[in-house]
């Protein structure tokens, strides 16, 4: 299941990157509403991945706290 979500996690990181680098690699549009086009797709492009390391830290912190096995009388209750 980890690896499933580590899978889909680097897809979401991954999934701006076509777009930013075509935006910022060439020219395909100019002036003051490019520019802040530019700046905010980075930001989002930097906030994805962000939050897509986010979620594999996060369930990877819950599959650490949970033990492997469970006492018989623990499940019991």
């Known amino acids: 299941m980890l690896e499933k979500v580590r899978i889909h996690a ?5 999934a701006l990157d076509p777009a930013h680098a075509t935006f910022t690699g060439e020219a395909v ?7 802040d086009f530019a700046g905010e797709l980075t930001g989002r492009r930097a906030r994805l991945r962000v939050l897509a390391q986010r979620i ?3 369930l990877e912190g819950e599959l650490r706290a949970t033990p492997e096995k469970v006492a018989r009388s623990s499940a019991a209750r």
Do not use: H, S
Request: aromatic share 6%.
């Open 29 to 35: 549009w100019t002036g003051p509403a490019a520019r």
């Open 56 to 58: 594999v830290e996060e």
């Open 10 to 14: 680097a897809q979401l990181e991954a």
